[in-house]
T-cell receptor, first 111, second 112 residues
Framework: GIQVEQSPPDLILQEGANSTLRCNFS?????LQWFHQNPWGQLINLFY???GTKQNGRLSATTVATERYSLLYISSSQTTDSGVYFC?????????????FGQGTILTVHP | EAQVTQNPRYLITVTGKKLTVTCSQN?????MSWYRQDPGLGLRQIYY???????DKGDVPEGYKVSRKEKRNFPLILESPSPNQTSLYFC???FGVGTEAFFGQGTRLTVV
């Protein structure tokens, strides 16, 4: 099946700093999403981005499907950004809509 | 508000006592699925459903059952729970292949 690798595994920032999270995947995808898992365990949708660039406030994401990677940018980080960030992809075909998740990036933002 | 609702949010039960975790979505989505999240293993798909009365196994279906009698509901059934089913469970839904998936709030299950 498809492999999804996220980097870095851990990231510690001071409030106000910027960061870039990366997601590499091993095959063509028809779905790519970024999620934030908050301290209560909830998975929050950040972006649905199988290709192209999107922005939502301090967050933006870019997926270069032909090169099989996606980037999540967090600017002016806040303590509430802390948590785990997941990239998840789907390939269709026999795996019909199944999302394969990366192992996540644990982000800690200190005040 | 468009949402996927799971219940209960937290559950502690004993080995062998049948339980059901409910999942309901109000977005008229055709595709629904269940995942479990475990430390070191990440999120893995348990079962999925492409539409009413159409279900199939995901990567880790052993010990679980599902049903899809109505489009909006997709309950997860543990007939005889065991401690290795202690996990964080998520229900998800989407319109179909390649479309954005939305997740429920999660159900934290402990089997003792």
């Amino acid at each position: 099946g498809i492999q999804v690798e996220q980097s870095p595994p851990d990231l510690i920032l001071q409030e106000g700093a910027n960061s870039t999270l990366r997601c590499n995947f091993s095959d063509s995808v028809n779905n790519l999403q970024w999620f934030h898992q908050n301290p209560w365990g909830q998975l929050i949708n950040l972006f649905y981005i199988p290709s192209g660039t999107k922005q939502n406030g301090r967050l933006s994401a870019t997926t270069v499907a032909t090169e099989r990677y996606s980037l999540l940018y967090i600017s002016s980080s806040q303590t509430t950004d802390s948590g785990v960030y997941f990239c998840a992809v789907a390939t269709g075909g026999t795996s019909y809509g199944k999302l394969t998740f990366g192992q996540g990036t644990i982000l800690t933002v200190h005040p | 508000e468009a949402q996927v609702t799971q219940n209960p949010r937290y559950l502690i039960t004993v080995t062998g006592k049948k339980l059901t975790v409910t999942c309901s979505q109000n977005m008229n989505h055709e595709y629904m699925s269940w995942y479990r999240q475990d430390p070191g293993l990440g999120l893995r798909q348990i079962y999925y459903s492409m539409n009413v009365e159409v279900t199939d196994k995901g990567d880790v279906p052993e010990g679980y059952k599902v049903s899809r009698k109505e489009k909006r509901n997709f309950p997860l059934i543990l007939e005889s729970p065991s401690p290795n089913q202690t996990s964080l469970y998520f229900c998800a839904s989407s319109f179909g292949v390649g479309t954005e998936a939305f997740f429920g709030q999660g159900t934290r299950l402990t089997v003792v």
